[in-house]
């Protein structure tokens, strides 16, 4: 993950409940996809969402309602979002599912 944080990670401020903000990198990664069955007949969809990637050892837990200030793209605009979940935990960092607060 430290390559992928180095050629596409983006500036961050996260902010966990009750906690101090902690100035940090995070990159947007692909999404894993879910399989929901649909209907009687098994077919199946295919539901894409945000996910951010956050770095293990600068952010140690990222609890649900957390706050993240990021761009979606490098020299874009901060904009706010709320994790409302993980996604997948690795070694070396989570995987966030979040969404945009308007």
């Known amino acids: ?40 007949t098994a077919a199946r969809r295919r539901e894409s969402r945000k996910v951010l990637a956050v770095r293990r050892d600068q952010v140690p837990t990222v609890p649900r309602g957390t706050v993240i200030v990021a761009p979606e793209e490098l020299d874009g605009t901060d904009e706010t979002w709320r994790v409302d979940g993980v996604e997948h935990e690795e070694h070396d960092h989570y995987r966030l599912v979040v969404l945009k607060v308007s």
């Open 1 to 40: 993950m430290s390559v992928v944080m180095r050629h596409f990670g983006l500036p961050a401020t996260v902010t966990r409940p009750h906690e101090p903000a902690i100035t940090t990198t995070v990159a947007w990664v692909p999404p894993l996809t879910e399989e929901h069955p649909s209907g009687a």
